[in-house]
T-cell receptor
Framework: NAGVTQTPKFQVLKTGQSMTLQCAQDMNHNSMYWYRQDPGMGLRLIYYSASEGTTDKGEVPNGYNVSRLNKREFSLRLESAAPSQTSVYFC????????????FGPGTRLLVL | GENVEQHPSTLSVQEGDSAVIKCTYSDSASNYFPWYKQELGKGPQLIIDIRSNVGEKKDQRIAVTLNKTAKHFSLHITETQPEDSAVYFCAASGGSYIPTFGRGTSLIVHP
């Protein structure tokens, strides 16, 4: 099992450009999450998907959209990137059904100029 | 909603010493408390967790204690080694599968 995979690993954008961060898990997990990590701020939840077909806002959803494409894949889109979105983005998944351990991907490092 | 506070933000110890990281939470409904370790350039990884019906749990050199009355839980690492150097996150959740994370502790173990 590859676990949780994310693409790309690194990305540099100019202000106003758009991009989609991809995430996939091969553990048959039900719930998936997108976090951003900034120095001193810990992990802040952007959006989550409790199950296939559902998505909900987290703590910091402004400027982002998500798509739960199927049970395996959960993408994060920046429609018009801003310098404030420079961060490290992590995707995570949980099996649910009583199993609450989160499994994280390796992260995408995004720089918006 | 839940609020998790984590201290200290940075902890520097000598190899072989013990390290303790403390977290407090606000929501008495929280019943699952995991600890994650994040090495440089990687995603967080679970190292130990505890549920509200247990007061202490050990796994080799690491242990977690939970005081439900005081709403705090702690991570204890004994006989620290340089490879323990990382950022550690605590979290709390109440069955909604939406954990709230602390801001992290950067542990530095000096050889």
């Amino acid at each position: 099992n590859a676990g949780v995979t994310q693409t790309p690993k690194f990305q540099v954008l100019k202000t106003g450009q758009s991009m989609t961060l991809q995430c996939a898990q091969d553990m048959n997990h039900n719930s998936m999450y997108w976090y951003r990590q900034d120095p001193g701020m810990g992990l802040r939840l952007i959006y989550y998907s409790a199950s296939e077909g559902t998505t909900d806002k987290g703590e910091v959803p402004n400027g982002y959209n998500v798509s739960r494409l199927n049970k395996r894949e959960f993408s994060l889109r920046l429609e018009s990137a801003a310098p404030s979105q420079t961060s490290v983005y992590f995707c995570a998944s949980i099996l649910a059904g009583g199993q609450e351990t989160q499994y994280f991907g390796p992260g995408t490092r995004l720089l918006v100029l | 909603g839940e609020n998790v506070e984590q201290h200290p933000s940075t902890l520097s110890v000598q190899e072989g010493d013990s390290a303790v990281i403390k977290c407090t939470y606000s929501d008495s409904a929280s019943n699952y408390f995991p600890w994650y370790k994040q090495e440089l350039g990687k995603g967080p990884q679970l190292i130990i967790d505890i549920r509200s019906n247990v007061g202490e749990k050990k796994d080799q050199r690491i242990a977690v204690t939970l005081n439900k009355t005081a709403k705090h839980f702690s991570l204890h690492i004994t006989e620290t080694q340089p490879e323990d150097s990382a950022v550690y996150f605590c979290a709390a959740s109440g069955g909604s599968y939406i954990p709230t994370f602390g801001r992290g502790t950067s542990l530095i173990v000096h050889p």
